[in-house]
């Protein structure tokens, strides 16, 4: 039976608030290393078993990480795709540390559908980006975006690594983005996939494909991104 306090509150949920309230003043910040459970059982007064219950709880909502022989640690905050925002913009409203690494840039003119997508002939040449996203030193997603070699002449590797790519079509170009189509979906990881995101093979990801328009009503972008989960949430708001 689980130990209760006097409050009516079971004891583990009770540590499991008092975790989560440190986490959210700032005193215990992403990263940080959590109490064990044989000091919770201490600070407490409870049972190692209510102790690693409360652990597991929190691990559950996604607020900690256990790794075996090192301990529980703070989690990253997850990523919520509630706005249309580049990348860069999502993980800095979030207070996050965010870069990118170019993994390849290339013209391709074998991408029929994508052409397609973007109302485009089905042999224009494209702009193949593959980018790997990070949050401080840590891979959080794969973006591969698509959009006219014509079109958008003259986007460098270098820029890239450094802006984003909203900000070089908005400020470079006169593209103003307004909204995006999405088929959003879960699939497993591929060897080369959980390479780059280091997360096992066949492990759970977000895929997200984009259709990107500006305020010409044209699409100028097309987007598949590969989000890991544990780093991601998609957040929904339904209307009857």
């Given at each position: 039976?689980?130990?209760?306090?006097?409050?009516?509150?079971?004891?583990?949920?009770?540590?499991?608030?008092?975790?989560m309230?440190?986490?959210?003043?700032?005193?215990?910040?992403?990263?940080?290393?959590v109490?064990?459970?044989?000091e919770?059982?201490?600070?407490?007064?409870?049972?190692?078993?209510?102790?690693?219950?409360?652990?597991?709880?929190?691990?559950?909502?996604?607020?900690?990480?256990?790794?075996?022989?090192?301990?529980?640690?703070?989690?990253p905050?997850?990523?919520?795709?509630?706005?249309?925002?580049?990348?860069?913009?999502?993980?800095?409203?979030?207070?996050?540390?965010?870069?990118?690494?170019?993994?390849?840039?290339?013209?391709?003119?074998?991408?029929?559908e994508?052409?397609?997508?973007?109302?485009l002939?089905?042999?224009?040449?494209?702009?193949?980006?593959?980018?790997?996203?990070?949050?401080?030193?840590?891979?959080?997603?794969?973006?591969?975006?698509?959009?006219?070699?014509?079109?958008?002449?003259?986007i460098?590797?270098?820029?890239?690594?450094?802006?984003?790519?909203?900000?070089?079509?908005?400020?470079?170009?006169?593209?103003?983005?307004?909204?995006?189509?999405?088929?959003?979906?879960?699939?497993?990881?591929?060897?080369?996939?959980?390479?780059?995101?280091?997360?096992?093979?066949?492990?759970?990801?977000?895929?997200?494909?984009?259709?990107i328009?500006?305020?010409?009503g044209?699409?100028?972008?097309?987007?598949?991104?590969?989000?890991?989960?544990?780093?991601?949430?998609?957040?929904?708001?339904?209307?009857?």
């Amino acid at each position: 039976m689980a130990q209760v306090r006097k409050n009516g509150l079971p004891a583990y949920k009770q540590i499991q608030s008092t975790i989560m309230r440190r986490v959210e003043k700032g005193s215990l910040k992403p990263g940080d290393l959590v109490d064990s459970e044989r000091e919770l059982a201490r600070i407490h007064g409870v049972s190692l078993m209510t102790a690693r219950h409360a652990l597991i709880a929190l691990e559950r909502e996604g607020m900690v990480v256990r790794r075996r022989g090192s301990g529980t640690f703070v989690a990253p905050p997850k990523i919520h795709f509630n706005k249309l925002m580049s990348y860069t913009e999502q993980m800095s409203g979030r207070g996050l540390a965010v870069s990118s690494k170019v993994l390849s840039l290339s013209i391709t003119h074998t991408e029929q559908e994508i052409a397609a997508r973007l109302a485009l002939p089905a042999t224009s040449p494209l702009v193949k980006l593959e980018r790997l996203r990070l949050s401080g030193d840590e891979p959080c997603a794969i973006e591969t975006c698509y959009f006219s070699a014509d079109e958008f002449a003259g986007i460098t590797k270098a820029r890239l690594d450094r802006l984003s790519l909203f900000s070089i079509l908005e400020r470079d170009y006169g593209i103003q983005i307004a909204h995006a189509d999405e088929e959003i979906d879960a699939t497993t990881a591929d060897a080369h996939t959980a390479r780059l995101l280091d997360i096992s093979s066949g492990a759970a990801v977000l895929r997200i494909r984009q259709k990107i328009y500006s305020t010409s009503g044209k699409p100028g972008l097309y987007v598949l991104g590969l989000y890991r989960s544990d780093r991601h949430s998609l957040f929904i708001r339904r209307f009857r």
